[in-house]
């Protein structure tokens, strides 16, 4: 079994208690989703010890019908090499972007993300895919996580680090830095590499 069995258990059970609360009216059932969700946070907990108050804050807090997250990454090239930026949270690096944003669509959210994070202007092009962050080599995460990765041609500005990132650079395949693996994995970027060398594959999807 793996060693993070549990934590997929508890974000099952989370997003079943999530649910239960949107629609229940019975009172009872009411009170069942709730223990539930305790239960979930009660797991997490004892695996984590981040403390009660911060897991019902940012692990089952949310309402309404439980759905994953949305991550949408720029995808930028200078001829053979790669956009990215270091991020100040881990010091690894990544390609810009973050969570979608409410009221703007994933190539504006792609759009937003490099300017703030590399300080280039850019016009998204196209989607090259969408992936399943539990499908892939990152570290464990409370949620469930589709990640949107976007290719953008750059149309003006200039290398600039933002309030999240304290560094900005354009990378050779073979010549990539030590990568912030909760962002984006060393496969991911070689992938993004392979589609831009061949800009007529399909949108790659899990």
């Given amino acids: 079994m793996s060693n993070w069995k549990w934590l997929e258990w508890a974000k099952q059970i989370q997003a079943i208690s999530q649910i239960g609360l949107t629609y229940a009216k019975d009172p009872y059932d009411i009170e069942r989703y709730e223990q539930l ?3 979930s946070i009660e797991i997490v907990n004892e695996y984590t010890n981040a403390g009660v108050p911060l897991l019902k804050e940012a ?3 949310e309402k309404g019908y439980a759905t994953p997250k949305v991550d949408i990454r720029g995808v930028v090239f200078r001829g053979d090499r790669i956009l990215l930026v270091k ?3 881990d010091g690894g690096w990544s390609l810009p972007g973050g969570w979608a944003d409410i009221g703007l669509s994933p190539k504006e959210v792609a759009v937003k993300e490099v300017r703030e994070e590399s300080g280039f ?3 998204p092009v196209k989607l090259l895919a969408i992936l399943d962050k539990s499908k892939h080599n ?6 469930h996580v589709y990640k949107l990765f976007i290719l ?4 003006g ?3 600039q680090a933002g309030m999240e ?3 900005v650079g354009f990378f050779a395949r073979d010549r990539l830095p030590e990568l912030s693996v909760e962002r984006n994995t060393y496969e991911q970027i070689q992938l993004m590499f392979d589609l831009h060398e061949n800009p007529f594959s399909e949108v790659v999807l899990d």
């Fill in 157 to 159: 500005g200039s290398d």
């Fill in 165 to 167: 990132t304290s560094a």
């Fill in 138 to 143: 990152h570290p464990p995460s409370l949620y």
């Fill in 152 to 155: 953008c041609e750059i149309v």
């Fill in 59 to 61: 692990f089952a807090n």
């Fill in 87 to 89: 991020e100040k949270a």
């Fill in 121 to 123: 202007e850019v016009a």
């Fill in 37 to 39: 969700r305790n239960l």
